[in-house]
């Protein structure tokens, strides 16, 4: 069974919960592309396809928070509809976003009927600057209170400090900006609750020092597991693809290896799992040391 608790109801009126803890949910655990990926004829997504339920189906990457006195969603991403309906979420208005990607935002859209018909309010997306200003180009018709937080102020979400932190990525992007636009682009987040720390770090080729300072020894690090067991991108052996490379957006094989153990975290799990490597889940976790963990759709992480 892939949930392995059921998340307690919504109850209307406030966001008062019955645990005294902060919890978090992993609801989608796959890549940019999801697996089974779109007409892909890897073992893996043949695997995936055969069965819906499978631990080797991942929707694209959503977490859901929850303490006694808030909850809210960190990254909408296009499988979102879904994983309301998959994990009888309750309705949430509070959401933060790492960027402005695909598979990081684009589950916006499907909130405009939610906004609009059912909550009949404007929902809250926390986000950069930069991630503002796209979402105020790009989409200004649906009923959203863009938030725009800067990188190292805290703020709180019920009783859950959140604390952005500048993570780098997009290479090419990155290295055209200034201080001021780089530290305002793309975030990760560190959720405090009690004496409970949890960093949340999505796709990135670098961290900052100052960001890696913050989240140091923290109970729990999700990180960005794209290119895990992929030194180059993509296996053309795999795909029958002729792309011999790294994505320069990313970390690959051993480089994530020795970001994490850096971090000093007590636990990692790992997001953005891809269907590229070919193995099953359990063959992707036998790969990893003690305290390492491969997220997987419905995951409890604390």
């Known amino acids: 069974m892939l949930i392995s608790r059921e998340i307690d109801k919504y109850i209307v009126g406030g966001f008062e919960l019955k645990s005294d803890r902060i919890s978090v ?4 655990s796959g890549c940019w592309e999801g ?4 007409f892909c004829r890897c073992k893996l997504c043949r695997i995936a396809s055969k069965n819906i339920l499978s631990i080797e189906n991942r929707m694209r990457p959503s977490f859901y928070i929850k303490s006694k006195k808030s909850q809210f ?3 909408l991403g296009p499988d979102f509809r879904m994983q309301t309906a998959k994990f009888n979420l309750p ?3 509070d959401f933060l976003v790492s960027h402005w ?3 990081h935002l684009f589950g916006v859209f499907d909130l405009h009927f939610y906004a609009e018909l059912v ?3 404007k929902i809250n997306i926390y986000c950069s600057e930069g991630v503002a200003q796209y979402m105020r180009e790009h989409i200004n018709y649906i009923p959203i209170n863009v938030v725009a937080i800067k990188p190292f102020d805290s703020f709180y979400l019920g009783d859950v400090k959140v604390t952005p932190f500048p993570v780098c990525h997009m290479y090419s992007h990155d290295k055209m900006k200034d201080a001021d636009d780089f530290n305002n682009n793309v975030f990760g ?3 405090e609750h009690r004496q409970t720390r949890i960093a949340y770090l999505a796709d990135y080729y670098a961290v900052p020092e100052k960001s890696l300072k913050l989240v140091e020894g923290v109970d729990a690090a999700i990180a960005d597991g794209t290119y895990l067991f992929e030194e180059i991108w993509p296996d053309k052996d795999l795909q029958n693809l002729t792309r011999e490379e790294k994505d ?3 970390l690959h094989g051993e480089e994530i290896m020795r970001f994490v153990s850096d971090l000093h975290a007590k636990k990692v799990v790992y997001h953005s799992i891809s269907h590229l490597p070919g193995l099953t889940h359990n063959k992707l976790q036998e790969q990893l040391p003690k305290g390492q963990f491969i997220g997987f759709d419905g995951m409890d992480i604390v």
Do not use: S, W, Y
């Open 25 to 28: 949910t992993m609801l989608g």
């Open 35 to 38: 697996t089974p990926a779109p």
């Open 73 to 75: 969603v960190m990254e």
């Open 91 to 93: 309705k949430v208005r």
């Open 101 to 103: 990607h695909n598979d």
């Open 119 to 121: 909550l009949k309010d």
């Open 189 to 191: 987040f560190l959720l």
């Open 248 to 250: 320069p957006d990313h």
